[in-house]
Nanobody, 123 residues
């Protein structure tokens, strides 16, 4: 079992930055893909970024490329999402997820989810 706890959300003005953290407990991520999804009201949950824990390869949604960076700290069993140049359309609940599939953007393929953290970007 893996428990995921997100932190770092909040309210920020457009153009600002936030860093989200996803800490794992119970066991480490060694065979997992760890991803950040987001879900805005009335919209589907969509992949923002993913990282392969074992080799650090990363994937990004086109909408966040060049602005967001996903990274991992293996010693702390934590994945981060650095979000820069935030836009109002980035407003959503952000979820951390972990799964055994090498990489997928499909939420249903992830086995473990955090509780979510709200990110609100004001214009």
């Amino acid at each position: 079992q893996v428990q995921l706890v997100e932190s770092g959300g909040g309210l920020v003005q457009a153009g600002g930055s936030l860093r989200l953290s996803c800490a794992a407990s119970g066991r480490s991520f060694p065979t997992y893909t760890v991803a950040w999804f987001r879900q805005a009201p009335g919209k589907e949950r969509r992949l923002v970024a993913a990282i392969i824990w074992s080799n650090g390869i990363t994937y990004y949604a086109d909408s966040v490329k060049g602005r967001f960076t996903i990274s991992r700290d293996m010693a702390k069993n934590t994945v981060y999402l650095q979000m820069n140049s935030l836009k109002p359309e980035d407003t959503a609940v952000y979820y951390c997820a972990a799964g055994t599939t090498y990489y997928t953007a499909e939420p249903g393929m992830y086995d473990y989810w955090g509780q979510g953290t709200q990110v609100t970007v004001s214009s």
